[in-house]
């Protein structure tokens, strides 16, 4: 099993060394765990998508701890670049043209001419990059399609030995959900517009303000082949069914309920309450998500079989980070490609 290591300087050194030798190590980000590898090398890409059981055909985020290190990847400028100079560092992820020529492995881009770039603000994951000395690549560090890791003994239960390094920094979840990615269309003398590829804490309205840029969202960039247009492919999924929207539990599911004091009103009716944040908090909520939707799904495998079937989810409000929570709610909830 891979070892999880306080993430003293000492530590981070020798995460560094182990990157640099095309090793995987998992650190945690302001928003998920990420599976770390050298960005520009080709092999050590590789063992991130055998880890995980990813598509090669889906590409990779590079994080970066300077300027210098997102010029010498990506060509970042205009209304996107704005936006970084706002946000950065934090939960925002740019997609922009390649340098040609640059560093980054075609394995990690999956041979597309654009390039995904965020420097996280998370500070050992700002320090393992520095001392790296090169980009990194890290999808977050669970099983392709599986719930996001938010915590070390979720990186291990996932990925076991493939992992050289679990770093800890003993920090609780920040964020919780993944950065916005976000990329510029421009048409002519328009104005660019910006796409927002996937909803995360960096919302639509920060987006529009900071860069006075229109904002469309579609939200499409998990579904790297959905089965039919309209069709969400499953992703961010527990074991479990997932049903949303319930306001009025079954004595079989595992509720994850909002804004209701626990063991009050409806959800004394379910197996288990398990409250996204009582007091209606949409950031609180955020930060629970994956944590327990993992729960849930270790509580209905290890119960008695038929006493909990059913991960049951409240309604959640599409605002703010409500956005991005309902997004990773509906992929948790689409069908599964091994369903019948
Ligand atoms: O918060 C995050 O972004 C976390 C932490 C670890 O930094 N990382 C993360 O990585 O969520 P991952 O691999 O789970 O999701 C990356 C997403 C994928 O949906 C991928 O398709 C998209 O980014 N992506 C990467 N490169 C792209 C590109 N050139 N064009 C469009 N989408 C891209
Ligand atoms: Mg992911």
Known sequence: ???????????????????????????????????????????????????????????????????????????L?????????????GPLTV??????????????T???????????????AQALIRAAGVPIVAPSANRS????????ADVVADLGDSVAMVLDDGASVDVGVESTIVIAHAAGDQPAAIEILRPGAITADQIRRATGCAVISSARVDDVAP?????LESHYAPRALVCLNVTAPEPTDVWLSFAVMPGTATGAR??????????????EAAGRLFALLRHADTL???????????????????????????DRLRRAAAPRPDAS
């Open 1 to 75: 099993m891979a070892p999880i290591v306080t993430a003293s300087a000492a530590a981070i050194s020798e995460a560094a060394d182990l990157i640099r030798a095309g090793a995987l190590v998992a650190f945690p980000t302001e928003t998920v765990y990420g599976l770390g590898a050298d960005a520009t090398n080709g092999d050590a890409v590789a063992r991130i998508y055998a880890a995980k059981g990813r598509p090669s055909h889906n590409p990779l985020i590079a994080h970066v701890a300077s300027w210098e290190m997102v010029h010498r990847l990506g060509v």
């Open 77 to 89: 400028d205009g209304p996107l670049a704005t936006l970084a100079k706002a946000v950065w560092p």
């Open 95 to 108: 997609v922009v043209p390649k340098v040609p020529g640059g560093p980054v492995s075609d394995a990690a």
């Open 110 to 124: 999956a041979g597309l001419g654009t390039v995904a770039i965020r420097w996280p603000s998370r500070p050992v």
């Open 145 to 152: 399609g599986y719930v996001s890791a938010i915590q070390p």
């Open 227 to 231: 089965t039919s247009p309209g069709q």
């Open 270 to 283: 379910a197996a288990a309450e398990l409250p996204l944040s009582p007091r209606g908090d949409l950031d």
């Open 300 to 326: 209905i495998r290890e119960w008695p079989a038929g006493t909990a079937t059913r991960i049951a989810v409240a309604p959640i409000p599409e605002t703010g980070i409500g956005i991005a929570i309902n």
